[in-house]
């Protein structure tokens, strides 16, 4: 898988997350929301979305172009353990 398969798989999943949310047929009363609602609504939905996705790399079945947290949060303390080691 190259870099724009992976971008594709990501394409692929968020929309099929996000029309599990938010199906077409809602479209019509999204567009006359205030702006202001329809920020707070996309932001719901991002973050709906984003919840799915997560599970289904959870159960491995998805979560293309997510990073592996539990790599970033080890290699973030091991970041702020060297530069504590480096003050000593």
Do not use: H, Y
């Not at 599970?55 to 091991?78: C, H, I, Q, Y």
């Amino acid at each position: 898988d190259g870099p724009g398969e992976k971008d594709r798989n990501v394409e692929r999943e968020v929309a099929a997350a996000l029309e599990s949310v938010f199906p077409r047929i809602g479209l019509k009363s999204f567009v006359l929301l205030s702006p202001e609602e329809k920020r707070a609504q996309l932001d719901e939905m991002a973050k709906i979305v984003l919840g799915i996705r997560l599970f289904n790399r959870e159960m491995g079945k998805g979560g293309a172009g997510l990073p592996n947290t539990e790599e970033v949060v080890f290699s973030d303390a091991m970041e702020i353990k060297d530069a504590l080691e480096a003050e000593s």
